[in-house]
């Protein structure tokens, strides 16, 4: 099997899994830690192993130069999908991917792969959108809920999840770097979790979900800044772990932010 036929698979199992248990544990222990959850660089951190395995260091450099505006284009979905909830999900999350697309679309048309003007995208509107969200629009948090898992409930869970992680995969493979880095921050995670939480919970518990996700969002984008430098220097097995080392750091600190500063 070709490293990318690995890296579709691998990526929709795992992946696949990871956004399953990301719904059981905001069902279970809540929206903040599911939410913190749905913001850990796991699919990432596959993305880049693969990209830097089957096209170079130099190529992980360039796709990770946009990783914190994608992030922040990601916060701009999770906002726009709350505004449009009480018009039913389908409305919502059509308009949030719009929204992510038309934004990601600039990125392509302006060739753009700033890394410092990156950040700084990131930081305003991920920055903004917590503010909307959390001091203006003032969602609320949500509680753990009893469930009943069945393996039925759980396959659906997970083949929804791979099938979505496999579609953005196959994007990836159109080329360039830049429309690699568009489609290895493509929100699957998000997307998947948007949906199966609103089917299973509501909308309310929902958008608590993914309300987290913006300040949980900032370890992937510690991961790709991380990357984009350690890959160079230490190759992709001392460049994956190191950014795994301080994306870990990062996620200790915003869960501690979303537990402790969060409604």
């Known amino acids: 099997m070709d490293a990318f ?4 698979i691998l990526s929709m199992v795992v992946g696949s899994l990871w ?3 990301t719904t059981v544990f ?14 850990l660089p796991l ?3 596959i993305t880049l192993f693969f990209i830097g395995w089957t096209q170079g260091t130099q190529t992980v450099s360039a796709v990770t130069a946009i990783n914190p505006a994608m992030i922040g284009f990601i916060a701009v979905m999770v ?4 505004l449009f909830l009480p018009r039913g999900f389908w409305t919502a999350i059509s308009a949030g991917l719009l929204a992510w697309g038309l934004l990601s679309y600039s990125v392509i048309a302006t060739s753009f792969d700033s890394l410092p003007y990156s950040l700084a995208i990131y930081l305003v509107l991920a920055g903004s959108t917590y503010w909307v969200v959390e001091k203006k629009w003032r969602i609320p948090s949500a509680h753990g809920k009893q469930m009943a898992y069945t393996i039925p409930i759980l396959a659906e869970r997970a083949l929804l999840g791979g099938a979505i992680i496999g579609m953005a995969v196959l994007m990836t493979r159109i080329g360039g770097p830049i429309i690699g880095g568009v489609f290895s921050t493509f929100p699957v995670t998000v997307l998947g979790t948007a949906l199966i939480t609103f089917r299973a919970q509501g909308p309310e518990f929902s958008a608590a979900v993914l309300k987290a996700y913006i300040p949980s969002g900032t370890s992937i984008v510690v991961y790709g800044v991380t ?6 220097a230490l190759g992709i097995v001392g460049g994956t772990l190191i950014s795994l080392l301080t994306s870990g750091a990062c996620a200790y600190l915003s869960y501690r932010f979303i537990h402790h500063k969060m409604q």
């Open 5 to 8: 036929g690995l890296k579709l």
């Open 19 to 21: 956004i399953a248990l």
């Open 26 to 39: 905001a069902e279970k222990y809540g929206s903040k830690f599911g939410g913190w959850v749905s913001g």
């Open 43 to 45: 699919t990432y951190m």
């Open 79 to 82: 906002l726009t999908y709350i």
């Open 227 to 232: 990357a984009h430098y350690a890959f160079l």
